[in-house]
């Protein structure tokens, strides 16, 4: 697996830095900087307190954690969320409470992943006519339920 150094700044003294909890996973913890209780139904940009220097050429995905979206109905809104490499302000999770019960995050709670990997930009021009395809313009339900 290839190791690239990221700079983390901390604008809060408690805030953590990511962390991957074993050696082959894709994504480090994001970890709350702020006591935030979600009401059902209800979406908070969370704190993380930290900032994120992603070299050019790569971006960071904010994704979510499976077990708070199975086991609390946790999500992350924007799933995912993306922090540009020229992006040099504080990384918030956005979250939203789907479950019927209010949830509350504590300073230090696992809220989300991060993933950085490539970013690629197109060059799109304007085109008369596309490429035909087998599927064409078939969009949703296209291919069938199953």
Not at 131 to 140: K, L
Request: charged fraction near 25%; aromatic fraction near 6%.
């Amino acid at each position: 697996m290839h190791l690239m150094k990221i700079k983390v700044k901390k604008f809060f003294p408690q805030a953590e830095l990511p962390e991957y909890k074993s050696k082959n996973a894709a994504g480090a913890d994001l970890k709350s900087s702020e006591h935030v209780d979600l009401e059902p139904g209800q979406r908070h940009a969370v704190r993380t307190g930290l900032a994120i220097e992603i070299p050019p050429g790569y971006q960071g995905e904010v994704r979510p954690r499976s077990g708070l979206c199975l086991k609390h109905g946790l999500m992350v809104m924007n799933a995912p969320g993306t922090i540009d490499a020229d992006y040099r302000g504080e990384v918030k999770v956005i979250l939203y409470n789907a479950s019927s019960t209010k949830f509350s995050i504590k300073p230090g709670d696992r809220i989300a992943q991060l993933i950085i990997s490539p970013a690629v930009q197109a060059e799109f021009t304007y085109s008369e006519n596309l490429s035909d395809t087998t599927r064409g313009a078939g969009g949703f339900g296209h291919t069938g339920l199953s």
